[in-house]
């Protein structure tokens, strides 16, 4: 190993014990508190409880104090008092928190979350908050009404409504959730920002929505695609 190699390989590690430093010291701060303070731009602050079985969102959330700064930046420059809006995947709540705080009590949140454990941090959360505006609801959303089958890996939450080729499904677990339609349960609301992160489902959600569609809204989807 020449000595470029090794300095690239000695800031890597440098980098790798500082990121491990800094989770070690929040989650003793998390576990002293029962909950971590979200610190973005313009002085906006908000707590989370987290879901520590998810090394993805939620331990993502414990090491920095915030999620996705290009799409939270995004949604805060976009989104203003007295506005209508849905996050589609809301998992324990960093954007419904966030987008509640943005819209005030003029405001409303719809949020979807199908996956039982983060829903009910996501419940948690709302509550600690104080919030009044949001409303949650523990179902898909869709491009049918009823029933649908969810699925849901053991080494963490995020689950999604369909199944993938390749993936161990031993160590994954499937039971049967509602699914509804956004034009069902928002019934004519007119929706000013949409955030969807389904895992893929991305499209489904849109289906759903024809009638919404038919107002401008803003739109911040993550994109699966395969």
């Given at each position: 190993?020449?000595?470029?190699?090794?300095?690239?390989?000695?800031?890597?590690?440098?980098?790798?014990?500082?990121?491990?430093?800094?989770?070690?010291?929040?989650?003793?701060?998390?576990?002293?508190?029962?909950?971590?303070?979200?610190?973005?731009?313009?002085?906006?602050?908000?707590?989370?409880?987290?879901?520590?079985?998810?090394?993805?969102?939620?331990g993502?959330?414990?090491?920095?104090?915030?999620w996705?700064?290009?799409?939270?930046?995004?949604?805060i420059?976009?989104?203003?008092?007295?506005?209508?809006?849905?996050?589609?995947?809301a998992?324990?709540?960093?954007?419904?928190?966030?987008?509640?705080?943005?819209?005030?009590?003029?405001?409303?949140?719809h949020?979807?979350?199908?996956?039982?454990?983060?829903?009910?941090?996501?419940?948690?959360?709302?509550?600690?908050?104080?919030?009044?505006?949001?409303?949650?609801?523990?179902?898909?959303?869709?491009?049918?009404?009823?029933?649908?089958?969810?699925?849901?890996?053991?080494?963490?939450?995020?689950?999604?409504?369909?199944?993938?080729?390749?993936?161990?499904?031993?160590n994954?677990i499937?039971?049967?959730?509602?699914i509804?339609?956004l034009?069902?349960?928002?019934?004519?609301?007119?929706?000013?920002?949409?955030?969807?992160?389904?895992?893929?489902?991305?499209?489904?959600?849109?289906?759903?929505?024809?009638?919404?569609?038919?107002?401008?809204?803003?739109?911040?989807?993550?994109?699966?695609?395969?």
């Amino acid at each position: 190993m020449g000595l470029p190699e090794r300095l690239v390989w000695k800031y890597r590690r440098l980098t790798h014990l500082a990121s491990d430093y800094r989770a070690g010291l929040s989650l003793r701060e998390y576990y002293r508190d029962g909950y971590r303070v979200m610190r973005g731009p313009n002085d906006i602050e908000f707590k989370l409880r987290l879901n520590l079985r998810d090394r993805s969102i939620s331990g993502t959330l414990l090491r920095d104090s915030w999620w996705d700064q290009v799409s939270s930046n995004f949604i805060i420059s976009h989104t203003q008092r007295g506005m209508t809006v849905v996050d589609v995947g809301a998992n324990v709540g960093f954007f419904t928190v966030l987008m509640a705080k943005l819209v005030g009590e003029a405001g409303s949140v719809h949020a979807f979350e199908p996956e039982i454990t983060n829903f009910s941090v996501l419940e948690e959360n709302v509550r600690l908050n104080e919030l009044r505006n949001v409303q949650l609801h523990n179902v898909v959303a869709g491009k049918h009404d009823g029933r649908t089958s969810f699925y849901t890996p053991l080494e963490h939450t995020n689950g999604r409504a369909y199944k993938s080729d390749g993936e161990d499904w031993r160590n994954i677990i499937e039971r049967q959730v509602a699914i509804n339609r956004l034009d069902t349960i928002l019934d004519g609301k007119k929706i000013d920002v949409l955030k969807v992160d389904t895992e893929g489902m991305d499209l489904d959600v849109l289906e759903g929505m024809e009638g919404a569609m038919q107002n401008k809204m803003i739109l911040v989807i993550e994109v699966w695609p395969s």
